[in-house]
């Protein structure tokens, strides 16, 4: 399993839907980049340049919004997972 270091979140996107909201089956070119992700795993927390301890505010399982374009993408085992910084996660969806 990949654990992130530091104040880092391992995401997998989540899959957009190919349907609009009024039925219209919607082709991959069409679709946005999805920016609601689940949280698979979390860093320990790292140090800000003011040497005081960043503190995780996601966990395991959470659903978040990201940048739409942050990150470094991996694939492992088959799967693509995003690392993200803690700070490039906007919003948690609850």
């Known amino acids: 399993m ?11 996107m ?20 999805p920016q609601i992700a689940e949280v698979i795993s979390v ?6 340049e003011n040497g005081k301890k960043v503190v995780m ?4 399982g959470d659903k978040v919004i990201t940048s739409k374009y942050s990150g ?9 997972y995003i690392i993200v910084k803690q700070s490039d996660i906007l919003a948690i969806v609850e």
């Open 2 to 12: 990949i654990k992130p270091l530091n104040d880092r979140v391992l995401i997998k």
């Open 57 to 60: 505010e996601v966990k395991k």
């Open 72 to 80: 470094t993408e991996v694939k492992y085992e088959g799967i693509e």
């Open 43 to 48: 860093g320990p927390g790292g140090i800000d």
């Open 14 to 33: 989540i899959e957009a839907e190919e349907t609009s909201k009024g039925g219209i089956i919607l082709t991959a070119g069409s679709q946005e980049k």
